[in-house]
């Protein structure tokens, strides 16, 4: 049989035992627990790494949308046309309407409807010009720079263009609007090939650069 002494012994090591066995037991919770979070640290890195990979500004076809021109530069471009010169009357930014005309054309008439104030056009200048052309019996129109969008470039009396054209500009100031009543004979005659309007021809030609 056990003395006082001896159980007492016995009392106090099997409560050192449980309190070791609580010290081990907390010791695993805290290291359970920092795994856990070191996993979800971990996790979270690799998803972060991930996610900024497969972002549009990362990829290539992405930087290379950024540096093409946005929907605005191109308004903005378009917005350009026509180029009127600068101090030029504001109406030179609208096609104008070209009408049939009346009676018999004998001879080529220019008409100036707006006058520039720039340089008059000499022989030999290359010019940029905005036109409307129409058969002049019925107006019906059969050429246009305005639909377009694109200003014409020729050089006056080179031959190039027809005659109505080379001899109805010169001397039309920069700037200006005017209107060519052009004779077939010096338009594309009567019976052209290839597609082109015969007989007389009416065109209203704007004047937006010579050099």
Known sequence: MKTKAEKRAEAKAAKARARAAEKRRRALTVAGAAVVVIALVVGLIVWIGN???????????????????????????????????????????????????????????????????????????????NYVGVTYADGEEFDSSWSRSETFDFQVGAGNVIQG??????????????QLDIPADQAYGENPTGGQPAGALRFIVDVLAAS
């Open 51 to 129: 996610s900024t990979s497969s972002t549009p500004a990362a990829s290539p076809a992405a930087t290379a949308t950024a540096d093409a021109p946005t929907a605005s530069a191109a308004e903005a471009t378009s917005a350009a046309f026509p180029p009127v010169p600068e101090g030029a009357d504001p109406a030179l930014s609208t096609k104008p309407e070209a009408k049939a005309g009346s009676g018999e054309v004998t001879e080529l008439t220019t008409t100036t409807l707006i006058e520039g104030t720039g340089p008059a056009v000499e022989s030999g200048q290359t010019v940029t010009v």
């Open 165 to 178: 054209w080379d001899k109805g500009l010169a001397g039309v100031k920069v700037g200006s609007r005017v």
